[in-house]
């Protein structure tokens, strides 16, 4: 079973800063690998997939980078409603999702 | 325009039977992945599984297998996810979602979520 590891738990960060969160693969996932956005009290939204794709309606502020065991999703320039959970997930065989980052502003 | 439209919340007394549904729309139901996502309260998400409708084939996370089955009825372009003997530790949210393109088991489109609290 592969384990994705998001790092750091937890950002606070002023507006227009720019956020940084990793996910790491305890084996290679190639570019299988999509980020999420969950805003308090709503459903998961896709924000990038197969690790740098980007989704139609999101942001161009939103950027996924990274292959085989080590991603990262780049926010350049916080706004306040970026405001939510991010969580990585990979769709290789038995996907998962990493712990999850609480993004909140400062 | 793809949609997802879950079940109300539901109620029940451990050993009690339960069935959950997500009623798709705006896309061909045979020919993507539909699958389900466990959120528990305060706590992160946990893929618990998926079904192609188009020939029922199932895949489960090795946490879900043998707890809960999934089903779809292609007809009414709906899945469901069922209980036998839910358990307290069953009470989250749970998030019905569509496989992404490529016949991959990434999500991108999500249901609303129902509420699930098992308690006596």
């Known amino acids: 079973e592969i384990v994705l590891t998001q790092s750091p738990d937890f950002q606070s960060v002023t507006p227009k800063e720019k956020v940084t969160i990793t996910c790491r693969a305890s084996?290679?996932?190639?570019?299988?690998l999509h980020w999420y956005q969950q805003k308090p009290g709503q459903s998961p939204k896709l924000v990038i997939k197969y690790a740098s794709q980007s989704i139609s309606g999101v942001p161009s502020r939103f950027r996924g980078s990274g292959s085989e065991t080590e991603f990262t999703l780049t926010i350049n320039g916080l706004e306040p409603e970026d405001v939510a959970t991010y969580y990585c997930h990979h769709s290789r065989a038995l996907p998962s999702f990493g712990g999850g980052t609480k993004v909140e502003i400062k | 325009e793809v949609q997802l439209v879950q079940s109300g919340a539901e109620v029940k007394k451990p050993g009690e039977s339960l069935k959950i549904s997500c009623k798709a729309s705006g896309y061909t139901f045979n020919t993507y992945w539909i699958g389900w996502v466990r959120q528990r309260p305060g706590k992160g998400l946990e893929w618990m599984g998926v079904?192609?409708?188009?020939?029922?084939?199932?895949r489960y996370g090795p946490s879900f297998q043998g707890q809960v089955t999934i089903s779809a009825d292609s007809s009414i372009t709906t899945a469901y996810l069922q209980w036998s003997s839910p358990k307290a530790s069953d009470t989250a949210i749970y998030y019905c979602?569509?496989?992404?393109?490529?016949?991959?088991?990434?999500?991108?489109?999500w249901g609303q979520g129902t509420l699930v609290t098992v308690s006596s």
């Open positions: 979602a569509r496989g992404g393109d490529n016949n991959d088991w990434y999500f991108d489109f």
């Open positions: 079904i192609y409708p188009g020939d029922s084939d199932t």
């Open positions: 084996q290679s996932i190639r570019s299988s």
